[in-house]
C-alpha cells in the first residue's frame, strides 16, 4: 500500500450553528490526483481550508504527509500549493511579478525562480502577456495564472479549488495536460470541481460530499458501474437527488 | 524572519502605491492640494479673545522699580496678556523657543528713571532719559507676530502718555526679531503643519489596502505560504515608512520651492524626518484598527475618516485657527506633538535637545507604539494575518 499524503480523521468544523463538515474520514495517497466533489455548500472549501491551516477544525484530526495541521501548520504550507476558489492575483501587478512574488514568499532561488516562472508562464499560454498587469487579463487568463502561483514553488501537494471555473474548454484542456504533467511527476493533486468530465477524465478517486458527509468514494469507474449509470454526474444525481450543475 | 518575503512585499506594497492612481492621488497629490486650499481658507488669525503668555525680564534698576511694575500691572490689566517674570534673558528666551511664551519684553534698567523724566518734563525731550523695551516675539506664531506688538504698544502708549496725548515719548518699542518676522508669509507659519498633514492619509490607505486584500482572496492567499505574521506586518510597516518618507520629501520640496527656508542645519530636518517616520507608524496602526472595524474597503474609507479628521484639524496647521477648546482638544492628538515640534524646530529656534521638542517626540514614539500594537492586536485577533 501507498504511504499517505493526507489522513483526515473524524474531521467535524462547525459554524456557530452551520455544521459545514460532518465527521470526515479520509485517506490519500501519495501521487494520486483526488476529486473532491459536491454543490455548493457541501463543505469541499472548508475541508480544504482546514487543509491548509487557515481554519482550526471543531474536531478530528488531519495530517498532510504525517504533519498535523493544527500542530505544525508552517511545516504543511512549506509543502502545498493551493489555488482558491477565488480568483486572487494582485490586479496592479504583472503576470511575472505576481509569479515572482510568490516565489519569494516561497523563498526560491533568484535563477529556479526565474526558469520555473517562464516554465509555467509558457505552459498554461500566459508567457506573451507576463509583462501585462493582471489587472488587464481576462478571467480565464487570471485563473490560469493562479493556478500558476499555486504551483511556483514546484510544492509536492497541491490543493485546487476549481481551478477551471470562467475558463474556456481550450484553457481548460490546457490545464488538465499540465495537471496529468503533474501527476506524472509524483505530485499528489486535490481538485473539487463542479464539472464531472473533468473529474472524470483527470481523477484517479473521487470523494462524493454533501452536507458536509462523504456520501461516495472510488474511482469514478467504479462508482460508475457501481451504480449502473453512464458518467459521474448521473451517479451525483442517484446519491443526492440533485444534479451539480443547478447548485452553481 | 526571512528578508527575502520581507522584501518581496514590501516592493509590491511599493509598486502598488505607485500604480494605482487612486492610491497614488490620495497619498502624494491629494495632501499639497488640500494643504493650498486649506492654506488659503485658514491663512488668518482665529478668532474669540485669546490669552498671550508674556515673559517678562525686568532689568528696571530703580527702588523700587516702581514705574516697571505699574507698565507690567497695565499689561495684565488687558486680560490678553498673561505675565510670567523670568529672572534673565537666557531662561526666557528657551521658553520662548520651546513655544512656552509667545514673546518677551525686555524693560530696560532705566525705565524708571525715563518715565520720571517724561512726567517732570513732559513737553521738554531735552530732558528725557531715552529707554528701549525690546520685544521678542514667537516666530512660529502667526498670532503672536500680528498680534502682540500693537497690543503692547497701546498699553505703552497709554501709561506714558497718561492722559497729555503727546507725539513723542521717551520709552520706544522695539521688535528685537521684527525684521526676520516680517520676512515670514502664512506659508512659513503653516509648512510644519504641513507635513503632519500628508502623513494623516496614510490611515485611509493603511485601511484600504488590508480590507481590498481581504475581500480579493490575498490576505487569505499570503497566509497559505509560509509567511509569518510577523514577516507581513514588517513589510506593511517598512513599505508606509518608505512612503511617508517620500512623503516628506515632496511636501519639503514643495514649501521649499515656495520659498520656506528655515535657518537650521542638517541634523534638525534629520530630527524633523525621523519625527514624521515615527508618527506614519501611528497612521498605520490607526490603518489597522479602521481596517479592523470596517467590513469592506468601501466602509474603510468612511470609518478613517474619525481618526484623519480630528488629527487633521486638531493637530495640524489647521489648528492654529481654532477654538482655544479646540486647541486643548488637539492634545490629545498625536499629530498636534509632531506640528509643535516641527514649529519649535524650524520657526522657533528651539533645538533637538531642548526640553519641549524632546517632550514632543516621546509623546509621538509612545502614542506610535501605543496605537501601532493596538492595530496589530486587533486585527491580528478578528482577521488573522
Known sequence: MKESAIVISDLVKRFEDVTAIDGLSLQVEKGELFGLLGPNGAGKTTTINVLCGLLRPTSGSATVDGFDVQEQPEKVKELIGVCPQETAVY????????????????????????????MLLEKMGLAEEAKRRAEKYSAGMKRRLSVILALIHDPQIVFLDEPTVGMDPQSRRAVWGFLKELKKEGKTIILTTHYMEEAE???????????????????????????????????????????????? | MNLQRVLALTKKEMKKTV?????LFMIFLFPVVFVFAFGASFGGVGAGQPVYQIGVVNRDQATPPQASQLFLAALSDTKILNIQNYADNQ?????LSQGKVQAIIILPNKFSQSFASYQEAPNNPSEWINATILLYLDKGSIVATQAIPPIIQQVLTAFTDQNRQAAASPISLETASLVEVEQASALDFIAPGMFTF?????????????????ENGMMKRIRITPTTPTEFMTSQV????????IQAILVFAMVYLLGFRPNVGMPVYAFAFI????????????????????????????????FVLPQLFLGTFVGASLSSAAQL?????????????????????????????????????VSCVVILAIGIILYGKYYKI
Open chain 2, 238 to 245: 517598512l513599505s508606509y515608512i518608505a512612503i511617508a518618507l
Open chain 2, 19 to 23: 500604480r494605482e492612481p487612486a492610491v
Open chain 1, 201 to 248: 477524465e483527470l481523477c484517479d478517486r473521487v470523494g462524493i460530499m454533501d452536507y458536509g458527509k462523504l456520501i461516495a468514494l472510488g474511482s469514478p469507474q467504479n462508482l460508475i458501474s457501481k451504480d449502473n449509470v453512464k458518467n459521474l454526474e448521473e451517479v451525483f444525481i442517484k446519491l443526492t437527488g440533485r444534479t451539480i450543475r443547478e447548485e452553481l
Open chain 2, 198 to 214: 500628508a502623513s494623516i492619509f496614510l490611515i485611509m490607505m493603511v485601511a484600504q489596502s488590508f480590507t481590498q486584500d481581504r
Open chain 2, 275 to 306: 519625527l514624521v517616520l515615527v508618527f506614519s507608524l501611528s497612521n498605520v496602526g490607526f490603518g489597522l484598527i479602521t481596517a479592523t472595524i470596517a467590513k469592506s474597503s468601501g466602509a474603510a474609507t468612511g470609518i478613517s475618516f474619525l
Open chain 2, 91 to 95: 531662561t526666557a528666551q528657551n521658553d
Open chain 2, 329 to 365: 482638544a488637539g492634545k490629545f492628538v498625536p499629530s498636534y506633538y509632531v506640528t509643535d515640534a516641527l514649529t519649535s524646530l524650524f520657526l522657533r529656534g528651539a533645538i533637538i535637545t531642548s526640553p519641549a521638542v524632546l517632550m514632543d517626540m516621546t509623546i509621538v514614539s
Open chain 1, 91 to 118: 490586479p496592479y501587478l504583472t503576470g511575472a511579478e505576481n509569479v515572482e512574488l510568490f516565489g519569494n514568499l516561497h523563498t526560491m532561488n533568484k535563477d529556479a525562480l526565474k526558469a520555473r516562472r517562464d
